[in-house]
């Protein structure tokens, strides 16, 4: 079965820090677009963040620009979202998601993606 594994989240408190790492050993991420998106309880899932990783190109949602950062290690084939500065309301289940079609900057914005993880909690407490 074709999957993203995140990892790295946690508990952390207000104003700390996460770095969540999202992986396949499936395929190679090269070419994808790469999204980051989270889900906080009786909340509708939002992307976050995103990198286009033939260009390195990204993309934030303005409730994170600032503190949080996407990245892309290819030859670990790994993308990364740094988070710094992490609020109570940055609480949630995060995933990754990637898709070979959709652009990068579009899909923070779209229902779905080709491939998608499991994902990993994260709270923060106040």
């Known amino acids: 079965e074709v999957q993203l594994v995140e990892s790295g989240g946690g508990l952390v408190q207000a104003g700390g820090s996460l770095r969540l790492s999202c992986t396949t050993s499936t395929f190679s991420l090269d070419g994808f677009a790469i999204a980051w998106f989270r889900q906080a309880p009786g909340k509708e899932r939002e992307g976050v963040s995103s990198?286009?990783?033939?260009?390195?190109?990204?993309f934030y949602k303005d409730s994170v620009k600032g503190r949080f950062t996407i990245s892309s290690d290819k030859a670990k084939n790994t993308v990364y979202l740094q988070m710094t500065n992490l609020k109570p309301e940055d609480t949630a289940v995060y995933y990754c998601?990637?898709?070979?079609?959709?652009?990068?900057?579009?899909?923070?914005?779209?229902?779905?993606?080709?491939?998608w993880g499991r994902g990993t909690q994260v709270t923060v407490s106040s």
């Open positions: 998601a990637a898709d070979h079609l959709v652009p990068a900057g579009r899909l923070l914005d779209s229902p779905g993606a080709d491939y």
């Open positions: 990198i286009d990783n033939s260009n390195d190109s990204t």
